[in-house]
């Protein structure tokens, strides 16, 4: 079974810096990557698919990239509304999906 | 509005079953693979099973395999997931989750339910 690793496992990072979350394959998935964000109390909701398209709605300072087995999501300038749990998932073997163990974001 | 709306969570026994349903509206059901996810309180998402939009292909993680059966009723827009033999460690809040490709085996979720909430305990 292919594992899904993600560092850090927790940030506390300030408002406007760039923070970077590396999620890891322990086998290539070619883009088969999803990111999602979870705030405390709330439904996941999905960030970015196929490893770096946005999905619509989702504020430009989020990016994905990678393909194979490493993985980032990028928030370029952190807002306060971004604090929550962001999880990879991959998708490359129907129905099995798997997620990554979660890093959480707060704010310094 | 795509909406999923869980149902059949509850305080049970170990070893004791439990029948989740999901109750899909707002798309067309029977194009999409349908999951369940699951978060026990203050952990990460974990997957629990997925099915495809005809049934064909079904799938399950390890800590359920054996104990636990996906299915659909698309002529009622409605997943389900009985779960027998339960243990302590399935207490979760468990989530309803839609693919997001139409027809497609490989598929990230768009749409997620509330959850409805799974506690196993004597």
């Known amino acids: 079974d292919i594992q899904m690793t993600q560092s850090p496992s927790s940030l506390s990072a300030s408002v406007g810096d760039r923070v970077t979350i590396t999620c890891r394959a322990s086998?290539?998935?070619?883009?088969?990557l999803a990111w999602y964000q979870q705030k405390p109390g709330k439904v996941p909701k999905l960030l970015i698919y196929?490893?770096?398209t946005l999905q619509s709605g989702v504020p430009s300072r989020f990016s994905g990239s990678g393909s194979g087995t490493d993985f980032t999501l990028t928030i370029s300038s952190l807002q306060p509304e971004d604090v929550a749990t962001y999880y990879c998932?991959?998708?490359?073997?129907?129905?099995?999906?798997?997620f990554g163990p979660g890093t959480k974001v707060d704010i310094k | 509005e795509v909406q999923l709306v869980e149902s059949g969570g509850g305080l049970v026994q170990p070893g004791r079953s439990l029948r989740l349903s999901c109750a899909a509206s707002?798309?067309?059901?029977?194009?999409?693979?349908m999951h369940w996810v699951r978060q026990a309180p203050g952990k990460g998402l974990e997957w629990v099973s997925g099915?495809?939009?005809?049934?064909?292909?079904?799938g399950y993680a390890d800590s359920v395999k054996g104990r636990f059966t996906i299915s659909r009723d698309n002529a009622k827009n409605s997943l389900y997931l009985q779960m027998n033999s339960l243990r302590a460690e399935d207490t979760a809040l468990y989530y309803c989750?839609?693919?997001?490709?139409?027809?497609?085996?490989?598929?990230?979720?768009?749409?997620w339910g509330q959850g409805t909430l799974v506690t196993v305990s004597s």
């Open positions: 998932q991959k998708y490359n073997s129907a129905p099995l999906v798997t």
């Open positions: 196929a490893a770096s």
């Open positions: 989750a839609k693919a997001a490709l139409k027809l497609r085996p490989l598929s990230y979720f768009d749409y």
């Open positions: 099915i495809s939009w005809n049934s064909g292909s079904i």
């Open positions: 707002g798309f067309t059901f029977d194009d999409y693979a």
């Open positions: 086998q290539g998935i070619s883009n088969y």
